[in-house]
């Protein structure tokens, strides 16, 4: 079984920054990888993304201001945050789309969330 837990949330200042993780376990074949957020309220909305080559992708306003990463040996996925403001206030949700061994097609993990935070 594959599980994705998020870590490094929690309140921060407007301009301060923020890194989350998001540690796998189990072994599979990631197609996909990504971030997600979901303020009360609102749909939940693409952060950025990652493909297995390296290739990111982020939402337009948050552009200069995340990154995601990831440590392959590790399992770990990153965001990394910076310059946060108060409407970046969220749960932020890692996500990871990949093949278990020995299955044909693919399965979608999430993790829990994580409560992001930023005051004025």
């Known amino acids: 079984q594959v599980q994705l837990v998020e870590s490094g949330g929690g309140l921060v200042q407007a301009g301060g920054s923020l890194r989350l993780s998001c540690a796998a376990s189990g072994s599979i074949l990631i197609n996909y990888m990504g971030w997600y957020r979901q303020a009360p309220g609102k749909q939940r909305e693409l952060v950025a993304t990652?493909?297995?080559?390296?290739?990111?992708n982020y939402a337009d306003s948050l552009k200069g201001r995340f990154t995601i990463s990831r440590d392959n040996a590790k399992n770990i996925m990153y965001l990394q945050m910076n310059s946060l403001k108060p409407e970046d206030t969220a749960v932020y949700y890692c996500?990871?789309?990949?093949?278990?061994?020995?299955?044909?097609?693919?399965?979608?993990?999430w993790g829990q969330g994580i409560q992001v935070t930023v005051s004025s």
């Open positions: 990652m493909t297995s080559g390296g290739i990111t």
């Open positions: 996500h990871e789309r990949g093949t278990p061994r020995g299955v044909v097609g693919f399965v979608d993990y």
